[in-house]
């Protein structure tokens, strides 16, 4: 009875710890700064996590972030995209709004490669990587600029 009972909690502990593989993760992170003279709002994903951030003029806030493990390899800019897959096409879009909650513009996922600045093109966001010295997790901030042209 003894070996049954000792080899239940070997195989219970086991079980119960995730595999090294899993708990090293790479930090990876979507900024929205203002870039403008004035508060706006901008909208994340639609649906139940839906939020509007608020960010004063010359700030920036969190759009989005995802701690993928390591063994998924590099994160990308695609990993932005993973958070509209599950919305209708038509709910595909971020928009950004005035301080008194007036739509100033509009930014659809299917227009993402139009010639004309778009958020969704990773193109108009700047890359920022940092690379820790105890550890060999790395850090991938994106930043997109909204400009007093994005919103005129």
């Avoid at 508060?39 to 700030?59: A, E, F, K, Q």
């Avoid at 595909?92 to 093109?121: C, M, P, V």
């Avoid at 690379?131 to 997109?144: G, I, M, P, Q, R």
């Amino acid at each position: 009875m003894k070996k049954i009972f000792v080899l239940c909690i070997i195989i219970l502990g086991g079980v119960s710890c995730d595999p090294p593989e899993h708990l090293k993760t790479h930090y990876t992170y979507w900024y929205v700064k203002n870039a403008t003279n004035e508060p706006i709002s901008i909208t994340t994903v639609p649906g139940h996590l839906m939020s509007i951030l608020t960010i004063i003029s010359g700030d920036s806030v969190c759009f989005h972030s995802f701690c993928p493990p390591q063994h998924w390899g590099i994160p990308s800019f695609n990993g932005l995209y993973d958070i509209w897959k599950k919305t209708a096409v038509q709910d595909q879009h971020t928009d950004i709004l005035s301080n008194e909650g007036s739509l100033l513009k509009s930014w659809n996922y299917a227009d993402r490669d139009a010639e004309e600045r778009q958020f969704f093109n990773e193109s108009y966001w700047r890359l920022y990587m940092k690379k820790y010295s105890h550890s060999d997790e790395l850090n991938f901030t994106w930043v997109f600029d909204i400009y007093p042209t994005d919103i005129k």
